[in-house]
T-cell receptor, first 114, second 108 residues
Framework: DVKVTQSSRYLVKRTGEKVFLECVQD?????MFWYRQDPGLGLRLIYF???????EKGDIPEGYSVSREKKERFSLILESASTNQTSMYLC?????????????FGDGTRLSIL | RKEVEQDPGPFNVPEGATVAFNCTYS??????FFWYRQDCRKEPKLLMS???SGNEDGRFTAQLNRASQYISLLIRDSKLSDSATYLC?????????FGAGTTVTVRA
């Protein structure tokens, strides 16, 4: 069974801090994604990566960056956290673009910026 | 305009009832369609893919209408365990677009 692990379930940070959210998958998936989920808005794609060291902007990349140095790990970075980045962050992975594309999600990180 | 729109509900139904709801999508070039289920404070999990001819998975039936650009999900003989938020998901190329979800609550 696919396992996508996010480093923290709950995180509280202060405005202006640099925040790292880590995600690891154990199924050798090529694609990895970072979303945020807010009430009434659904999941919105922040960034995704289809290979090591490759990254693509999603719908809302502003204020975020990502890093994928190893295939199994995809990190989301908030360069200077702001209160409007308080949200639930979900990491996901999938096998490849050619697959039927079920995405497997991690448990989520509920991030609060004070 | 949102790419995927869903009635947020909630749909409150008794056990054993049938409940159905739709979602509409705006991009006619969308290629694949899915329903995900999300329990409170949990991650989304794939419920089923949606095929052009319609498909069933046990008590769940999904339909796709490309001409009108909507997808439906029907749940028969509802169980308490069906209480969840159901996310409509549409794929084009690499990108998945998620609806905000329809909440279903099944009561005893």
């Amino acid at each position: 069974d696919v396992k996508v692990t996010q480093s923290s379930r709950y995180l509280v940070k202060r405005t202006g801090e640099k925040v790292f959210l880590e995600c690891v998958q154990d199924m050798d998936h090529e694609n990895m994604f970072w979303y945020r989920q807010d009430p009434g808005l659904g999941l919105r794609l922040i960034y995704f990566s289809y290979d090591v060291k490759m990254k693509e902007k999603g719908d809302i990349p502003e204020g975020y960056s990502v890093s994928r140095e190893k295939k199994e790990r995809f990190s989301l970075i908030l360069e200077s956290a702001s209160t409007n980045q308080t949200s639930m962050y979900l990491c996901a992975s999938s096998l490849s673009s050619d697959s039927p594309w079920p995405q497997h999600f991690g448990d989520g990180t509920r991030l609060s910026i004070l | 305009r949102k790419e995927v729109e869903q009635d947020p509900g909630p749909f409150n139904v008794p056990e054993g009832a049938t409940v159905a709801f739709n979602c509409t999508y705006s991009n006619s070039a969308s290629q694949s369609f899915f329903w995900y289920r999300q329990d409170c404070r949990k991650e989304p999990k794939l419920l089923m893919s949606v095929y052009s001819s319609g498909n069933e998975d046990g008590r769940f039936t999904a339909q796709l209408n490309r001409a009108s650009q909507y997808i439906s999900l029907l749940i028969r003989d509802s169980k308490l365990s069906d209480s969840a938020t159901y996310l409509c998901v549409v794929k084009q190329d690499y990108k998945l677009s998620f609806g905000a979800g329809t909440t279903v609550t099944v009561r005893a």
